[in-house]
């Protein structure tokens, strides 16, 4: 039998884990209700974890260099793989504390494991092509994870009741095989870490005035979106009385339709003015989460939510690929996990709000969240701006990387 390439035993190893992380995590929400706790706690227990993950991004950035991030990753998954088994095994149980420790490790060695995978890729290929398969990996193979629980919750397959606990039981077996599959991949002695600048990330981004609006940007904008919708599953059950099987139908459809408008916006829908662009984007979402407080209508408020997420993965060439991609080459690498930090001190932020508006009905959690939006559509305009008041040269070889782009996800 032929053995995979390097890079697609990653991409393997991250198939498994998708799934697993798809199957579990849509649920984790929910496993957590089942066990007591309330909407605030879990929030409260998300953010957590998320802020812990920063602190664990800023590590490996610091400390983990390429050629020790496959042994890293390997360490991160088993312990990953036997906190979901303690998990499994506290269902019901009286141990809430231990429960809220698991929960907040389990989210934090999910964010690090996702943000360590293409850095790994890179040390035995890099390009557009590899970059473009691992995207689609992850949110192909997280979807058919969620699909399947939808699917399978509340029903009795060979005489056992599939319920949240039995779907973390199949997302540790798939987790099992990512785990397998990551020890199997050889990284060789030759090679070696690609070479960084020695012009820190921070300093980096000071001297560059559109990378620091971008960077506020990104943790505005999740700020905003977590607001809104850092409880989704719990949201759609509670407030709209879905059953878990109908919530998960809605959130993978939804999410799949919302990558088809992705490609189809970057190809043939973006607009010449990028005003429009971002109007159509963040204005539109603003209008509904603003109606929705006002009128506090679950028709609207479905509304707000759907076109929220269908509208997710549309116009990034114009909200992020501009800038992301005017990062010279010896700082890519730093500045991703600068990016990631910022973007997920945004959405712990975000999901603890969320906790809060929870409580106090469904209409504040979308108003609060609009209020957000009025900044972030503000900080989007000004990019705009800058930008297009900026040498032309500086982005001539981001809208070729952009041009090239598209003819690659199409």
Not at 42 to 55: A, D, F, K, R, W
Not at 213 to 220: D, L, R, T
Not at 368 to 385: C, E, G, R
Request: aromatic share 16%.
């Amino acid at each position: 039998m032929k053995k995979l390439k390097s890079e697609n035993q990653i991409l393997t190893m991250l198939a498994f884990l998708s799934l697993s992380m798809g199957l579990w995590e849509n649920f984790r929400q929910l496993w957590l209700e089942d066990n007591g706790f309330s909407a605030l706690q879990i929030s409260q227990i998300t953010s957590l974890g998320t802020l812990i993950s920063v602190l664990g991004i800023l590590f490996v950035s610091r400390k983990v260099t390429l050629n020790k991030l496959k042994g890293f990753m390997s360490f991160t998954i088993v312990v990953k793989f036997f906190n979901l088994l303690l998990l499994y095994f506290l269902n019901h149980s009286q141990w809430m504390f231990l429960m809220r420790t698991l929960i907040a490790v389990d989210i934090t060695t999910s964010y690090l494991i996702v943000t360590s995978v293409y850095p790994l890729i890179t040390i035995f290929v890099k390009n557009n092509t590899i970059y473009s398969k691992r995207k689609l990996t992850e949110y192909l193979f997280r979807d058919v994870g969620i699909l399947v629980g939808g699917f399978f919750i509340g029903k009795t397959v060979f005489g056992v009741l599939v319920n949240y606990n039995i779907c973390l039981y199949i997302s540790i077996l798939f987790l099992a095989l990512a785990m397998f599959a990551i020890f199997n991949i050889k990284v060789c002695a030759h090679q070696q870490d690609t070479k960084t600048s020695e012009i820190p990330i921070l300093k980096y981004v000071r001297r560059n005035e559109i990378l620091k609006i971008y960077c506020v940007y990104i943790f505005v904008s999740s700020v905003a979106m977590a607001t809104g919708l850092g409880l989704k599953m719990l949201t759609l059950t509670n407030y709209f009385q879905f059953s878990e099987g109908i919530a998960t139908n809605y959130l993978v459809i939804v999410g799949l339709i919302c990558d088809l408008i992705g490609i189809l916006a970057l190809k043939y829908l973006t607009p010449k003015n990028d005003y429009i662009t971002i109007t159509i984007k963040f204005g539109i979402r603003f209008f509904l989460y603003t109606l929705a407080f006002v009128t506090d209508n679950l028709f609207v408020t479905m509304i707000a939510i759907t076109w929220s997420i269908l509208i997710g993965a549309a116009y990034e060439n114009i909200c992020d690929g501009y800038y992301i991609n005017s990062v010279d080459a010896e700082h890519q690498l730093s500045f991703t996990n600068f990016r990631y930090i910022i973007k997920y001190i945004g959405e712990a932020i975000g999901i603890f709000f969320c906790g809060l508006m929870y409580e106090k009905g469904l209409k504040y959690m979308f108003g609060l969240s609009a209020f957000f939006m009025i900044f972030q559509i503000t900080l989007a305009y000004q990019l705009i701006y800058k930008r297009k008041q900026a040498p032309k040269n500086v982005f001539q070889k981001i809208q070729k990387y952009n041009d090239k782009k598209k003819h690659q996800l199409i």
